[in-house]
T-cell receptor, first 114, second 114 residues
Framework: DSGVTQTPKHLITATGQRVTLRCSPRSGDLSVYWYQQSLDQGLQFLIQYYNGEERAKGNILERFSAQQFPDLHSELNLSSLELGDSALYFC?????????????FGPGTRLLVL | AQSVTQPDIHITVSEGASLELRCNYSYGATPYLFWYVQSPGQGLQLLLKYFSGDTLVQGIKGFEAEFKRSQSSFNLRKPSVHWSDAAEYFCAVGEGGGADGLTFGKGTHLIIQP
């Protein structure tokens, strides 16, 4: 158990809908990262937040957004869902922004868009 | 931009035999390198990491990896595999010392034969 929690574990929805995925980082970790794992694209970095502020963006679609709240939990919002958004979404956390950081991953949320 | 190549999509090894999983990276500066393992239906677990110093790093579960700058490689090894090692293995490179989004390889699926 990494200490990173994600809810829900599974999510089934329809095209065009909007969903919110939630992540609670390890105690004391200030950085939260979101990744998408799909069969065709593999594991891709989406976005990073540090202490409530967006810090880095990866291959995140404009239909997707995220935020980190004062209690440091984070939410990933996916809107206007398409079939291709079906994937496993991981959250990871690390302590800070220093070099030599290790990211610890949560168990993931499996999203199925029908 | 950085990239990671894992040349072997699948590898089959007999239980008790030695294992080497290959990883090559492309990155302009000093790379920060990681190996993660993903068991079916599970999240990503960190096996080991390289930031600097000794080029042979030890990880959990009896795994080790060797950083070879001249070959741009970070191969994962284990002297004797167990059936429980069957999983997907991912090599990753971090730009900001692991404090930025990681770039992952496509993964190597390890199959253990009895």
């Amino acid at each position: 158990d990494s200490g990173v929690t994600q809810t829900p574990k599974h999510l089934i929805t329809a095209t065009g809908q909007r969903v919110t995925l939630r992540c609670s980082p390890r105690s004391g970790d200030l950085s939260v990262y979101w990744y998408q794992q799909s069969l065709d694209q593999g594991l891709q970095f989406l976005i990073q937040y540090y202490n409530g502020e967006e810090r880095a963006k990866g291959n995140i679609l404009e239909r997707f957004s995220a935020q980190q709240f004062p209690d440091l939990h984070s939410e990933l919002n996916l809107s206007s869902l398409e079939l291709g958004d079906s994937a496993l979404y991981f959250c990871a956390s690390s302590v800070a922004l220093d070099h030599q950081e290790t990211q610890y991953f949560g168990p993931g949320t499996r999203l199925l868009v029908l | 931009a950085q990239s990671v190549t894992q040349p072997d999509i699948h590898i089959t090894v007999s239980e008790g035999a030695s294992l080497e999983l290959r990883c090559n990276y492309s990155y302009g500066a000093t790379p920060y390198l990681f190996w993660y393992v993903q068991s079916p239906g599970q999240g990503l677990q960190l096996l080991l990491k390289y930031f600097s110093g000794d080029t042979l790093v030890q990880g959990i579960k009896g795994f080790e990896a060797e950083f070879k700058r001249s070959q741009s490689s970070f191969n994962l090894r284990k002297p004797s595999v167990h059936w429980s090692d069957a999983a997907e293995y991912f090599c990753a490179v971090g730009e900001g010392g692991g404090a930025d989004g990681l770039t992952f390889g496509k993964g190597t699926h390890l199959i253990i034969q009895p």
